[in-house]
Each structure stands twice: as structure tokens, then as C-alpha cells.
């Protein structure tokens, strides 16, 4: 990048001396001037050196302006010096080969000096105008994404902060909510080739599923400790306010949505993940009894990840059953509480869930894996 507080290098590349001189001189008092006498010093010259502009003779000996310019263009390190052609080749084709391997501007010999002054001098203000353009266009883009990276930290914290809120109130759940988002992750993978889901589950997608599923029993925060924390098998009438908790974490989602006015696609993953976790596949689930394909993909995610690591968990009303009698339960699900091809896809990674499980198990979770 040009700096305005030193002179900018020019390179005058031409085989006539004369021309060399001439355009040395012309140019000396305002410019440091490097000459070079045929392409090969060039390209050396300008590898060694970075010159702000260089004025380029086409018509040379081994190697002419044309083939100087192009291997400037594969170069990186030169490709965005400006350069003008200097040539006694003033045809309509020749300047438009000129210009179409990129140069900023054609000088046809004889030239005048006034002229070569004024170009130069424009082309390196305008060079410099750019270099400035896209130097503020860097600051940017490196503000923007920290600022990004600032709000995509500030989602993290608020979700881990929500979900450790709902873990406090289910003293059974332990690491659950760890696994879950890992086994959620691990299957919308799988599934990221399936015809059926190809669509949905992109990189980013299954990066906010990951992100949402802690989130998937919140709603339990807002159920009556004389239910949630009741040391025994729930009632009927018990079990009923329970199920209420899919309503509340949806509705909690609702409020925030509407006070931003907007939507926000990792609260509506954390809506869609809270609501329709306990639906299955034949419309048997709660709360609505949303069957087939009318039940959210992320939701049939969470049903798989929630009930394998509820199977091999102890809870009030029973063992924690081994993982190989959680992955037969699951198969004697599919097509009816669960979605058959999430299943299929479960059965080729079971033993990734269970290194997941594994890797997160609390000293005081009764967990069989």
C-alpha cells in the first residue's frame, strides 16, 4: 500500500536507455525511480521491492510487456500494482490487450511528458484512494465479526445460563442436558446426506440445534416442586401438570420472541425443541399429538437424544437400563414413536451415543453405559 508520507516507487521497465533516462528524469523529483532493461530484471525488481506503479514497455526481447503483466497477475504478492503500458504499438487491439490483462491506462510513444506526469500521478492517487477503501473495509469486516462474536457468546452464556436454571430444579437430571445437545449433534449429522433432511440440516443449522437442545426442558422451571421433585411415580393428575412444562418453555420462547419483534432462528429451534420433544411419530405424544411430518425435525432430533439417555439414567420409577437394551427399546420404536429413518440413522451410530454418554457422566448419576 502506497504511504503518502514517503516517495512511492516507480519501476520504468523499457530496453531503450534513452527512454529509461528520459522518463528517469521526468519523474525523479517526485518519485524514487527503479529502472530495469528487460522483463526477467522486472519481475525480480518488483519481488524484491513491491513498487507503488510501474511503467511497462511492451515491445521487449525475450520477454514482452503482455507476458511481464500476466506473470505479475499470478503473482499475489504483485498482482495489484498498477500498471501503465508505454509502447509505440498504439492499435485499438493493442490497447485493448492492454487493458484486458490489466492495466490502469495506455501511453502510446512518442509520449509526452506532461502527460506521463499527470497519469502517474492520477493512477497513484487513485491507487492509493483504494488501498485506503479496502483498508477501511478490513477494519470493518474485523469489528463486525467481533461484534458477531460478542453476540454469539452472549446467546451461549444466556442459554447455558437457562439451562443450568431448569438442571438446579430437576435434581435427576445431572449431565442430561450435556448429553442430549451431543446426541442431537451426532444424529443431525448423520443425517446430513439424507435426502429427507438434507435441506434442513446444514452445518449452520445443526450448529444452533446444538446450541438450543440444553433448553429442551426448561419449561420444568415453572412446574411445582411438590411435582417435580416428588421422590416417587407421578399420578395421573401429577403427570398431567408435568406435561405442562413443553407449554411453558414454548411459551416463555413466544414472550421473547414477540418483544424483539422478530424472529430469531436459534429462539425458534428452542421453541420447536421445547414444545414437540415428547410428540411421536403416530401422533400417541403430547402435547398437541403431531404425527408424520408434521412434527418439527428438530423436535423428532430431541425425542431420540431425550428418551436413550432417559433409558440408560436411573429414575424414581426405574433402573438405569444398559445401553444395549436402550438401543433396542428405541428400534422397537421406530415408525411409531419415532421418526423410522432418525432411527436408522441412531442404530449406524449407537456407539457414538454411548462415548458421548460416557464422557459425560456426573459422580452421582446412576448411568449404565
Request: hydrophobic share 40%; aromatic share 6%; proline share 4%.
Amino acid at each position: 500500500m502506497t504511504n503518502r508520507d514517503k516517495k512511492p516507487i516507480i519501476l520504468v521497465v523499457d530496453d531503450m536507455p534513452v527512454n529509461l533516462r528520459v522518463l528517469a528524469t521526468v519523474l525523479s523529483p517526485d518519485y524514487t525511480v527503479i529502472v530495469a532493461i528487460n522483463g526477467h530484471e522486472a519481475l525480480q525488481i518488483a519481488e524484491n521491492k513491491t513498487p507503488d506503479m510501474i511503467l511497462l514497455d511492451v515491445t521487449m526481447p525475450e520477454m514482452d510487456g503482455y507476458e511481464v503483466m500476466r506473470r505479475l497477475k499470478n503473482n499475489n504478492k504483485n498482482q495489484n500494482i498498477p500498471v501503465i503500458f508505454v509502447t509505440a504499438m498504439n492499435e485499438v487491439d493493442d490497447e485493448t490487450k492492454g487493458f484486458n490483462l490489466g492495466a490502469v491506462d495506455y501511453i502510446t510513444k512518442p509520449f509526452s511528458l506532461p502527460v506521463v506526469k499527470a497519469r502517474v500521478q492520477t493512477h497513484l492517487a487513485l491507487a492509493w484512494a483504494q488501498n485506503q477503501l479496502k483498508e477501511h473495509n478490513r477494519l470493518l469486516e474485523e469489528k463486525v465479526a467481533e461484534r458477531t462474536q460478542e453476540l454469539i457468546l452472549t446467546r451461549d452464556v444466556t442459554i447455558n445460563a437457562l439451562a443450568s436454571l431448569a438442571e438446579t430444579r430437576d435434581n435427576e437430571t445431572g449431565n442430561h442436558i450435556r448429553r442430549t445437545q451431543h446426541y442431537v449433534r451426532l444424529l443431525a449429522e448423520r443425517l446430513r446426506d439424507h435426502p429427507k433432511f438434507r435441506d434442513f440440516l446444514d452445518v449452520a443449522t445443526i450448529e444452533l440445534l446444538f446450541k438450543s437442545a440444553p433448553l429442551h426442558d426448561m419449561g420444568k422451571v415453572g412446574v411445582p416442586d411438590s411435582i417435580l421433585l416428588k421422590p416417587g411415580k407421578l399420578t395421573d393428575e401429577e403427570f398431567t401438570v408435568m406435561k405442562t412444562h413443553t407449554t411453558l418453555g414454548r411459551d416463555a420462547i413466544a414472550i421473547a420472541v414477540g418483544s424483539l419483534g422478530s424472529g430469531v432462528s436459534f429462539l425458534k429451534y428452542i421453541q420447536e425443541i421445547a414444545y414437540t420433544h415428547h410428540e411421536k411419530w403416530d401422533g400417541s405424544g403430547y402435547p398437541e399429538g403431531l404425527r408424520w411430518e408434521g412434527l418439527p425435525i428438530s423436535g423428532r432430533l430431541m425425542a431420540i437424544a431425550d428418551v436413550y439417555d432417559a433409558l440408560i439414567s436411573k429414575r424414581v420409577y426405574k433402573p438405569a437400563f444398559t445401553h444395549e437394551k436402550a438401543v433396542a427399546i428405541i428400534a422397537e420404536g421406530k415408525g411409531n414413536h419415532f421418526d423410522p429413518d432418525m432411527v436408522e440413522a441412531f442404530l449406524e451410530i449407537a456407539d457414538s451415543f454411548r462415548d458421548v454418554a460416557r464422557n459425560f457422566i456426573d459422580n452421582h448419576e446412576q448411568v449404565n453405559v
